[in-house]
């Protein structure tokens, strides 16, 4: 009778294995993280249309600007909507340093933009807040200020709006 028993839960053990929820596909580390974040850095930055830029910002994504305003994700998506990229501007990365605590990626670096052939290319810098949530990363802030120029220089300063 024992073995009976026995044999009752086995099969029982082994059919809850069976019905378990599958594990994580993926475990996280920091250097998938770090991927990950600089992807959609690089994302954002070239991001044409409000689509991808409104699956980066997280729902309670924050933007100071310079005017002293905070505006909220709906804000952000509506200004970046209106003020496309012109067609002869080219950004790129300089610097992208990404720490990561936790659940929490801050990058900083610098972007360069540049325009049609002759044209002064500008430099902000930024740093960018990621949370990880459920399954993803998602920026929460994003701050930039153009960079100025050294006194007696003939350049002009700069100031990019969105990274």
Known sequence: MHRSNCAVVA????????VAPPARSQARSADAD????????N????AE????????????FVHPVLTG???????HLHW???HP???????????LDVRLYGDVAIVTGTVISTGAPGQQATRTVFTDVFAYRPDRWQAVNAQENGVGTPRGSRETPCLRVAP
């Open 34 to 41: 770090r991927r990950a974040v600089i992807a959609l850095e």
């Open 49 to 60: 249309d409000s689509a991808t830029l409104a699956r980066i910002l997280a729902p309670d």
């Open 80 to 82: 970046f909507s209106g």
């Open 85 to 95: 990229r012109p067609a002869n501007a080219k950004v790129r990365f300089a610097g």
């Open 69 to 75: 305003d905070f505006l909220t994700k709906a804000q």
């Open 11 to 18: 099969a029982i053990l082994c059919g809850a294995t069976l």
């Open 43 to 46: 994302e954002w930055l070239l």
